[in-house]
Every structure is written in structure tokens, then in C-alpha cells.
């Protein structure tokens, strides 16, 4: 009986914490932008009964950097390869953080017609609930991402420039912006800028990636829902415990 009364003790407090704890929730608040670099591809058409234009790639450079305000809570990376372009951020509490990454080549034109750059992305953002609402929250937890094609041709025959880009924004560190509630967002799709060229044409293309995001460290706390049969099941229990000591 002793066991007996020890074993519904603990389980009576612990129905009690239950009853009682209210728990705050927080996610890990991150942000992502990858351009999937083994899907890149320049494609040239022709026009008419022209053969498609060709193209030679030279000055190929590519950089990626990043910066964290607390780097025992907070990551960053930034995947640079044959395969991969990226930035991403990631906190598991107060913080703030940023990434970016780009490549640019340029390309030179043999023949006329139509030339087209694409690739394949994909864009996230995360944030813990933001534990203020409305207007007049300064201090939003934020994540946001973008990706972005470009291209330039300046050559004395032939000029123009064509722009793709994606992006998704959560919260607001502002005044005045008042929070929407959403907690998580993901895109992907196809990058693509295309130009019309001529022979002798040298293009400048460029693509830039960037991820950041702030957590203010305060998320909303949340009461865990107990039942009200939980009440009626503790008082058993001390029915149970006074049974136990008069045996």
C-alpha cells in the first residue's frame, strides 16, 4: 500500500503541473534560397532559317558570405559547387543572421537569334509565432528570401537586359506592419531571362541569392488544453491516497 500511495501521489502532482505549466513554443526560425546549378542551361534558337546561336562562357566567377549576430544558437551556410547554389540561416532563439551568395560569367555570341537562361529554384522561410499583435510592433520575428537571374547585353549592335527573380517575406521588423499570422512559406519553380543576340554579342549574365532572418526570442506563450475529466480523475486519486493510509 505504501507503493501504492507513493505511485498516486506522483501522478497526482504530476496532472497538477500539467493543470498548471504553460508551456511557451518557439520553432527555429531560418530562411533558404538554392538555385539547383545541375539543371542551369543556355539554350540558343534560331530565327527563320537561321541555325541557332552559340555561345563560348569566360570570366566565370562565383562568391558566398554570410554573418550571424550569436553563433552558438545561430547558422549559416552557404553551398558553393558544381551542383549547388545557396544561402541559408538558421536561429534556434534571439538572434539575427544573413547569407548570400551569386556566380556571374559572360558570354560570347556566335550567329543571331534567341538565347535563354534558366534553372531550377526553390525559396523557404520559418518563423516562431511572433508574440505581438497588430500595429505597433517593432520588434517582428522576420525571415525572408529571394533569388535572381540576370542578364546584360551592351554591344554596339545589339542592346537589352532581362530580369527573373522570386522572393517571400515574413513578418516585419517595422513599425506599422502588422504581423499576418503566417509562420512558414516555400516557392520553387524556374528561373529563366532570355535576349535576342547577334553575332559578336557579349552578354554580361549574373545571379544573386540571399536568406535572413531575426528572432526576437519572445515567442507566445501557448496554455497546454487539459481536459476537465483530469480534475475529477485528481480527486480519485486523493480519495484513492486516504483509502491507502486508514488500511
Given at each position: 500500500?505504501?507503493?501504492?500511495?507513493?505511485?498516486?501521489?506522483?501522478?497526482?502532482?504530476?496532472?497538477?503541473?500539467?493543470?498548471?505549466?504553460?508551456?511557451?513554443?518557439?520553432?527555429?526560425?531560418?530562411?533558404?534560397?538554392?538555385?539547383?546549378?545541375?539543371?542551369?542551361?543556355?539554350?540558343?534558337?534560331?530565327l527563320?532559317?537561321?541555325?541557332?546561336?552559340?555561345?563560348?562562357?569566360?570570366?566565370?566567377?562565383?562568391?558566398?558570405?554570410?554573418?550571424?549576430?550569436?553563433w552558438?544558437?545561430?547558422?549559416?551556410?552557404?553551398?558553393?559547387n558544381?551542383h549547388?547554389?545557396?544561402?541559408?540561416?538558421?536561429?534556434?532563439?534571439?538572434?539575427?543572421?544573413?547569407?548570400?551568395?551569386?556566380?556571374?560569367?559572360n558570354?560570347?555570341?556566335s550567329?543571331?537569334?534567341?538565347?535563354?537562361?534558366?534553372a531550377?529554384?526553390?525559396?523557404?522561410?520559418v518563423?516562431?509565432?511572433?508574440?505581438?499583435y497588430?500595429?505597433?510592433?517593432?520588434?517582428?520575428?522576420?525571415?525572408?528570401?529571394?533569388?535572381?537571374?540576370n542578364?546584360?547585353?551592351?554591344s554596339?549592335?545589339?542592346?537589352g537586359?532581362?530580369?527573373?527573380?522570386d522572393?517571400?517575406?515574413?513578418g516585419?521588423?517595422?513599425w506599422?506592419n502588422?504581423y499576418?499570422?503566417?509562420?512558414?512559406?516555400?516557392?520553387q519553380?524556374?528561373?529563366?531571362?532570355?535576349?535576342?543576340?547577334?553575332?559578336g554579342?557579349?552578354?554580361n549574365?549574373s545571379?544573386?541569392?540571399y536568406?535572413?532572418a531575426h528572432?526576437?526570442?519572445l515567442?507566445?506563450?501557448?496554455?497546454?488544453?487539459?481536459?476537465?475529466?483530469?480534475?475529477l480523475?485528481?480527486?480519485?486519486?486523493?480519495?484513492l491516497?486516504g483509502?491507502?493510509?486508514r488500511?
Amino acid at each position: 500500500m505504501k507503493n501504492l500511495k507513493k505511485r498516486a501521489f506522483t501522478i497526482f502532482s504530476g496532472l497538477m503541473m500539467i493543470m498548471n505549466a504553460e508551456t511557451a513554443l518557439s520553432s527555429t526560425t531560418q530562411a533558404s534560397a538554392i538555385i539547383d546549378w545541375s539543371t542551369f542551361s543556355i539554350t540558343g534558337y534560331g530565327l527563320g532559317l537561321n541555325a541557332a546561336p552559340i555561345f563560348t562562357l569566360n570570366g566565370q566567377s562565383s562568391n558566398a558570405s554570410s554573418s550571424v549576430s550569436d553563433w552558438v544558437s545561430w547558422t549559416s551556410d552557404t553551398p558553393n559547387n558544381a551542383h549547388l547554389l545557396g544561402a541559408h540561416i538558421e536561429g534556434t532563439g534571439a538572434g539575427t543572421g544573413s547569407a548570400n551568395a551569386s556566380r556571374s560569367a559572360n558570354l560570347t555570341i556566335s550567329g543571331s537569334g534567341f538565347l535563354v537562361i534558366s534553372a531550377d529554384y526553390a525559396i523557404n522561410a520559418v518563423i516562431a509565432a511572433n508574440n505581438c499583435y497588430g500595429y505597433y510592433c517593432y520588434d517582428q520575428n522576420s525571415a525572408s528570401a529571394s533569388v535572381n537571374f540576370n542578364v546584360n547585353n551592351n554591344s554596339l549592335i545589339t542592346s537589352g537586359s532581362s530580369a527573373s527573380q522570386d522572393n517571400l517575406s515574413l513578418g516585419n521588423p517595422g513599425w506599422n506592419n502588422a504581423y499576418s499570422g503566417l509562420t512558414s512559406a516555400h516557392k520553387q519553380g524556374i528561373l529563366s531571362v532570355g535576349l535576342m543576340v547577334n553575332n559578336g554579342d557579349i552578354l554580361n549574365f549574373s545571379s544573386a541569392l540571399y536568406a535572413s532572418a531575426h528572432d526576437n526570442g519572445l515567442s507566445p506563450i501557448t496554455t497546454v488544453p487539459v481536459p476537465a475529466a483530469i480534475g475529477l480523475f485528481g480527486t480519485g486519486l486523493i480519495g484513492l491516497v486516504g483509502l491507502g493510509r486508514r488500511r
